[in-house]
């Protein structure tokens, strides 16, 4: 999925998006309500893949120090077999994976002091169950309603 222009929607399997970028420096406050991202637009580039967990997936979740297979992850967090494969992973173009569907997002993708656009992404899964996301709150940013 091309991220030309300044907003956009989507779909992927059940999975409803929109999304939208703005020009502002740096973190803020934690996003308004569940189903709500902040990401660092300029480090995950103008190219998303949405796709399904897939054996191997490496991921590096906001507040941990290294990278954890997905599998792994899965395990420990007691997320059920059947869900996993019905979860969205979010990765730029070149695979790296930046936000787990209903989980964190990637340490390499958050807002820092350096950030110049962030991306905005809200997010709506029709018939599977949410649980609540953590929020690193020094790590996101506020969002207003889009």
């Known amino acids: 999925m091309e991220f030309n222009g300044q907003a956009g929607q989507g779909s992927f399997g059940g999975f409803r998006f929109r999304w939208r970028t703005a020009n502002r420096r740096g973190p803020l406050r934690p996003p308004a309500g569940r189903g709500t991202e902040v990401f660092d637009a300029d480090k995950i580039g103008g190219r998303i893949v949405l796709r399904h ?8 979740p906001i507040g941990l120090r290294s990278h954890v297979k997905l599998q792994d992850w899965f395990t420990n967090r007691k997320i059920p077999r059947e869900r996993r494969h019905r979860l969205v992973i979010a990765t730029t173009e070149g695979g790296e994976v930046f936000w787990v569907e ?10 820092t002091a350096e950030t110049k656009r962030h991306l905005i992404w809200r997010w709506e899964r029709r018939g599977m169950r949410q649980t609540p996301s953590l929020r690193v709150a020094a790590h996101h940013a506020k969002l207003a309603r889009i």
């Open 53 to 60: 967990w897939q054996a191997g997936d490496r991921f590096h």
């Open 102 to 111: 209903d989980q964190r997002i990637s340490e390499q993708f958050k807002l």
